[in-house]
């Protein structure tokens, strides 16, 4: 892959539209998502997505490659990419004790700045 094709994934990435329904959370965290890409392969690279719901998995990775260019491992990479720093994130936050008093069906408002992909 070329640097200016790199390039043009990450620009097509960080301008992808925004997505209509329920965000997804994160264990304890109520995310507020700077970017619908990283939201979406969030989405996508939920475990097991693709064997249950495999409409979803087909219709969200439709959207991505549409909308990014990029291929399904990179989308894939970069959703477990955005999980490693929610669950970094939901970490670092319950060390602080900032979770603990939550009910059980409460969640801590998270602002997840746009994350940088690796393509």
């Not at 959207?63 to 999980?83: D, F, Y």
Request: some cysteine; aromatic content about 10%; charged content about 25%.
């Amino acid at each position: 892959m070329t640097v200016a094709t790199q390039a043009l994934k990450r620009q097509r990435a960080s301008e992808f539209p925004p997505v209509d329904g329920t965000a997804p959370t994160c264990g304890a965290l109520s995310v507020q998502w700077d970017s619908p890409f990283d939201r979406q392969c969030f989405v996508l690279s939920r475990p097991d997505l693709s064997q249950k719901n495999p409409r979803l998995y087909t219709k969200v990775l439709a959207e991505l490659i549409a909308g990014s260019g990029c291929t399904e491992a990179e989308l894939l990479a970069h959703g477990n990419k955005v999980r490693a720093y929610l669950f970094f994130a939901e970490d670092r936050l319950a060390k602080k004790g900032l979770l603990e008093g939550l009910g059980s069906r409460e969640k801590y408002a998270y602002q997840l700045p746009q994350v940088i992909p690796a393509f």
